[in-house]
């Protein structure tokens, strides 16, 4: 009965904590929170980057079963700049042929799934998208063995 109860429980746990997420989230403002706030109430990000303007932007990702990925600038005042979500359709939109793993990681945090395909001479990263009806959806990048991006696509999978 115990075991039962604690299948039945995690999902409700897990859909509980992505519901605090977004309170959170949403306690956060630009110009007026901190960079102090960000780290108790959001954790250690998953990656970091300096600005040549002094600030820095923290990656927090939402993946692999979520559809968001924020990045938080704080400012060299420690002072929050902008909170955005960056897996958007423009964002998608920018990654062009010929840009590194680095230059697309920084524009769409870490991605879902890295799938190397040895044959193909090829890695796909993707990035989980909101679902359509019944089906879940896939933002992929194809990286050639120079680790340079070749195409992107789109994939759907019918949920079970």
């Not at 938080?72 to 929050?80: E, I, K, Q, R, Y």
């Not at 958007?88 to 879902?112: E, I, M, Y």
């Not at 044959?119 to 896939?138: H, I, M, N, T």
């Amino acid at each position: 009965m115990r075991r039962l109860f604690s299948l039945l429980a995690a999902p409700l746990a897990v859909a509980g904590l992505a519901a605090c997420d977004a309170v959170t989230l949403n306690e956060l403002k630009p110009g007026v929170s901190t960079g102090y706030e960000v780290r108790d109430k959001l954790g250690k990000p998953g990656i970091e980057w300096r600005n040549d303007d002094g600030s820095v932007t923290w990656e927090y990702t939402r993946q692999p079963e979520g559809t968001e990925c924020f990045m938080v600038t704080v400012g060299p005042d420690n002072v929050v700049k902008s909170i955005e979500n960056v897996l958007t359709p423009q964002n998608f939109a920018r990654v062009q042929p010929g840009w590194t793993k680095d230059q697309v990681r920084r524009l769409l945090g870490k991605p879902r799934s890295v799938q190397v395909f040895s044959l193909k001479k090829e890695e796909v990263w993707d990035w989980r998208l909101p679902p359509e009806f019944s089906a879940d959806v896939f933002f992929n990048i194809h990286f050639g063995e120079n680790g340079q991006v070749t195409t992107t696509s789109r994939s759907v999978q019918p949920r079970g």
